[in-house]
Structures are given as C-alpha cells and as structure tokens.
T-cell receptor
Framework: KAGVTQTPRYLIKTRGQQVTLSCSPI?????VSWYQQTPGQGLQFLFE???????NKGNFPGRFSGRQFSNSRSEMNVSTLELGDSALYLC???????????????FGSGTRLTVV | GESVGLHLPTLSVQEGDNSIINCAYS??????FIWYKQESGKGPQFIID?????DKRQGQRVTVLLNKTVKHLSLQIAATQPGDSAVYFC?????????????FGRGTSLIVHP
C-alpha cells in the first residue's frame, strides 16, 4: 500500500509569508504527527492529530498550527515565516498512535522549506 | 542527498562487524523508546522499540538494551552491512493525551566500510 505522502517536496518562501504543507497518511491510519528537522536542533515534535483533534503539541510558537480532515489527511501552516523556520518538515502516521500497536510512526520523506 | 544533521557523532565500522550505538535520554517519565534509521533524503524509518518494563528486546540483526537506572539506551546491529549506513536516532516517549510525546536524540551517523 502507498506510504505517507507529503507535498510539496520542496518550497521556497520569503520571510513574512505563510506556508501550508500537506500530508496524506497511509490508508486507515488515523494518527498524524508533524516534526521539524534542522541541523541545529535535530528532530523536534510539532503536534499530533487523531480523529481531527489535536492530541499533543510540542514547544513551538503559535505561528505553527495544523489541522486534520475527516479523511485523516493533515495540513500544517506556518504564518509570518522567519529565516529560522527553514527546515525539513516531516509528517508521520500510525494506526491509532505510537505505543498502541506495533512499532512507531511511518514517516514521509518530508517537505524541504527554505525561507529567504 | 540531504544532510540530516551537522557535527553528528560518527561510528565507522567494517562490513561484518557488530555496531553499538548509544543514546542517553533525559526524562524519567519516559516509558516507551524507539530507534529510527534515517537515510539521506528520506524520513526516519522504525527499527525497533522497547517499553520501560523490559531491559532487552531483539529483532532481526538488531537488539535494543535499556538501562533505566542511568537513563541509557543502546542499539546493537549484528553483522553490519553497507546498507546499514545511515543516521540512527533514539526517541524517548512519555504518555500524554492518550498518546505519547516523543523527544529525539541528536543522532549518530553510522558508516559501514565494505
């Protein structure tokens, strides 16, 4: 079956703009989580959605937001982009959430966001 | 490929050797741990997990050891192959909101020489 699909693959935005990234989970997966990966901070948890509700949130400012649709697809939005938001944004999905089935999340290949 | 990190600890081994990658975690409340492998240009891939009520778990060619006393996790890869070359992350998870919140280690770059 198809894996986790993230679009777009690459994105260049200007400081101050806003951006929306999309994630389609594996069919049947209801939990979707988002992560930011940078050389300086490594991999950091942004938030997790389950059945259209945000279940957990990491330590990121309110400029970072997300949502999940009834078909489990998810989007994350970053408003008022800063240079430091340049990163690889990863989405991951699991059936009901990690620790409640077999293994961890299945990750997509990410969206590379560059803010100039 | 895309770099997943700069100045990562690096472990260089010869093909066929056993590899041991270490990870220190910080939260005593973490009760679920996962090792991920990330190849250049790809997202992390689940390798093996372990719960805090265990101190060892084995998979295919991989073993995870958990020492809760010193908050240390290790991943052992037997008979390391060139295809094992990647960055390896540990993730500690603590329960929240009906799920878990993960915190990731910085990663170790494993280089396997043929």
């Amino acid at each position: 079956k198809a894996g986790v699909t993230q679009t777009p693959r690459y994105l260049i935005k200007t400081r101050g703009q806003q951006v929306t990234l999309s994630c389609s989970p594996i069919s049947g997966h209801r939990s979707v989580s988002w992560y930011q990966q940078t050389p300086g901070q490594g991999l950091q948890f942004l938030f997790e959605y389950f059945s259209e509700t945000q279940r957990n949130k990491g330590n990121f400012p309110g400029r970072f937001s997300g949502r999940q649709f009834s078909n489990s697809r998810s989007e994350m939005n970053v408003s008022t982009l800063e240079l430091g938001d340049s990163a690889l944004y990863l989405c991951a999905s699991s059936l009901v959430g990690i620790g409640q089935g077999i293994g961890g999340y299945t990750f997509g290949s990410g969206t590379r966001l560059t803010v100039v | 490929g895309e770099s997943v990190g700069l100045h990562l600890p690096t472990l260089s081994v010869q093909e066929g050797d056993n590899s041991i990658i270490n990870c220190a975690y910080s939260n005593s409340a973490s009760d679920y741990f996962i090792w991920y492998k990330q190849e250049s240009g790809k997202g992390p891939q689940f390798i093996i997990d372990i719960r805090s009520n265990m101190d060892k778990r084995q998979g295919q060619r991989v073993t995870v050891l958990l020492n809760k006393t010193v908050k240390h996790l290790s991943l052992q890869i037997a008979a390391t192959q060139p295809g094992d070359s990647a960055v390896y992350f540990c993730a500690e998870n603590f329960a929240s909101g009906g799920s878990y919140i993960p915190t990731f280690g910085r990663g170790t770059s494993l280089i396997v020489h043929p």
